[in-house]
C-alpha cells in the first residue's frame, strides 16, 4: 500500500491540518476578518486564497480531516503554498496566509500586528472622509460649519418578518452595495430627492445580524429625518435586496441569499428587529472576578486599552469593538473615541476581560446620581439599566432600585414610600438625602482603604484585619508604622464623615 507522503515527502501521516507541519491560523478569527473587513480581507489572495479558505475553514472550525478529494487537495496545497510563503510580512503576504490558515515565520503576535495597523489606517482613512462629508457647504461655497451627526441602526436579523419571512445574517452579499451605499426614503428608487444619505462602511456583523452608520445629507428632506430620529419618532430601517436563493421551513419563507441593494429609513419596518442601535452596548457576559477584587478604574482603563492594541497613550491601533465589551454605554457619534465610552465595568485578569463586581456597583451607583452622576442620555438609560440588571443576575443580587427603574434616579415620594415599607415609618427628605450621604461616605471609605492597601508592598493576597497585622509582609518597622498610620488616617477620615452625618440624622 502506497505511503502518503504527508506532510513530506517519505512521511506516511493522513492529510490534514492537524498533521501539517505549519501551524493553523485560529479560523475564527480569519472568519471574523472577512466578514467585519472586507478592505482587509481584499488585500492578500484574493481568488485561489478565497477558494482555499472556502476548503480549508470547515475543516478547522469542525476540527476534522477532508472528506472529499477537493479538500485533500486544499491540505496538500497548503503544506506546499506555505513553505514558499511563510517568509511574507506585509500586509498582502499576512492575509494571504491568513486565507490559506497558515501563521508566517514571525508568528502569529505579529500578523496580529500587521492586521491591527491595517484596522487603524481604515479607521483614520474613514474619519478623514467624515472630516469632509459632516461640514457642509452653504450656497455660496463657503464652509458653513454644521456638524452633521452619525447615527446607528441594525439593519437585519434571523427573527421572523412581519411577513412571515427570514432573511439570513451570514447569506448576505454586500459587494454591490458597497460601491453605492445609498440610504432612501421608505425604498423609493423613482428620484434623486428620495436619497437622504450613504452608509459608513464597513458593515458591522452582529452575533444575530447586521448594524451600520449613516449619515443624512444636508438637503431638507434629510434635514426632517434627523429631526424625528432625534426626537425619537423616526428608529425603523429596512433593507431592499433581490433574493439568490430560499427555501421554506414549515410556513416560513427563508431567503439564504440574497443581495443588499439599498437600506432606508421606514416608519415600520419588515423585521421588528430592524431599529436604531442605542448607545447603551450589547450584553458582553463577561466572566465574574472574585467578588473581593479590589477596583481601581484609572487603572483598570489603562489595562484594558493595552489588552485592545494600545501602546501607552497611542491608541491608533486600538480594536474598538473588543474595547466595547468592557463598558455599559458608548456615545454612538464616539465609537473611535475613547472619551465615548463610559461606565467601564472590567478589568484584565490573566490575559482575559473580567467583570469586577465593584465595579458593577459603582456603575449602578453612577448611573442613579452618586458623584455627579454620568452623562448618560435619557433614552439611553434603559438600555444600561437593563445590562446592569443581567450583571447582578450573574451576581445573584437583587438590583439597586434605580437599576430597576430603567436607570433614572427615584425622586423623593418614590423613596420615602419605599423606606416606609421596609422599615414601617416614612423618611423625611432631609433624612433621606443623611442616608445617601452616610452610604456614600462609606463606599468612599471602602474605596480609600482598598487603594491604599493594594500601594503597600507585599500585601496583594494578604488580608488585614486591623493595624499592626504587617509581621508576614517583609515590613521594616518604620513601613508598618507608615502603613499603619495612612489606613488609620483614611478609616478614621471617613469614619467622622459617617459619624457626622449620623448625628445629623433624625430617626
Known sequence: MPITDFPTPGDD????????QWDVFPVGEAEQLRQEWPGIWDEGGNIRGNRQYALLAPMARERRGPRTPAEEEAVRLREAWVARHRGDFRLPGVVAQIKWLAIGERGLEHMRDVINEAKARQRQERRTMLADLVTVKNGEGEYAGERLPIYTFRITSSAVDRQNEIVDPSGWDFAAYEKNPIILDNHRYESIQDILGRALLPLRRLPDGWEVDILLSSC?????????????MLNAVSVGFRSLERDREGTVLVHRRQELLEISLVSIPANPEAIRVRAALPFADLPLADMTMAWDGRAARQRVQELCGAAGADLSGMDYDRYARA??????????QDGGYKLLIADVVDGELVAVPRAIYAAAGALAGARDGVDVPAEDRPGVAAL?????????????ASVEADGYMINDQEEEDMQALKAGR????QNAELIRAIREHAMQMVEAVDQ????????????????????????DEDMKAAADDSVQTAMMQRMAAIAAALAAYKG
Open 220 to 232: 431638507e428632506k434629510a434635514r426632517t429625518a434627523r429631526t424625528l430620529i432625534d426626537e425619537g
Open 327 to 336: 463598558f455599559l454605554y458608548v456615545d454612538p457619534q464616539m465609537r473611535e
Open 388 to 400: 446592569l440588571r443581567q450583571y447582578y443576575d450573574k451576581l445573584d443580587m437583587p438590583a439597586p
Open 13 to 20: 501521516k493522513q492529510p490534514s491540518l492537524n498533521n501539517s
Open 426 to 429: 416614612v423618611l423625611s427628605k
Open 452 to 475: 491604599l492597601l493594594a500601594q503597600l508592598p507585599g500585601v496583594d493576597d494578604q488580608v488585614v484585619e486591623k493595624p499592626g497585622q504587617y509581621d508576614q509582609m517583609g515590613m
